[in-house]
């Protein structure tokens, strides 16, 4: 499976995005996806997985009330809503899939990612 975001870029704190993660290869209707973010000097953390019907949810309390993970598996895609963005929500956002049905939150259970796109909030 290949996987390529979209949809990055630079809005000042309050503003929405909308990051899009398009996979090729594989049905995709059959992998778990979750979206992960990498701050300059800090680890990789979770931020929001959906299984593959998009019927189970998770995110970090981090972006709860904020973001909002979806899958449209019939355009073999992920989507994550970004809204009242904060500058704290600046990073590289990586998309990452794995061939189960449940969702997981660990980075290392994902067996297939993104190249990344960087998202920039300027306060």
């Known amino acids: 499976v290949q996987l390529v975001e979209s949809g990055g870029g630079l809005v000042q704190a309050g503003g929405s995005l909308r990051l899009s993660c398009t996979a090729s290869?594989?049905?995709?209707?059959?992998?778990?996806a979750g979206w992960f973010r990498q701050a300059p000097g800090k680890e990789r953390e979770f931020v929001a997985a959906?299984?593959?019907?998009?019927?189970?949810?998770n995110y970090a309390d981090s972006v709860k009330g904020r973001f909002t993970i979806s899958r449209d598996n019939a355009k073999n895609t992920v989507y994550l809503q970004m809204n009242s963005l904060k500058h704290e929500d600046t990073a590289v956002y990586y998309c990452?899939?794995?061939?189960?049905?449940?969702?997981?939150?660990?980075?290392?259970?994902?067996?297939?990612w993104g190249q990344g796109t960087q998202v920039t909030v300027s306060s």
């Open positions: 990452a899939a794995v061939a189960r049905l449940l969702l997981t939150t660990r980075p290392d259970e994902y067996d297939y």
């Open positions: 290869g594989r049905t995709f209707s059959s992998y778990a």
């Open positions: 959906l299984s593959w019907s998009g019927s189970m949810i």
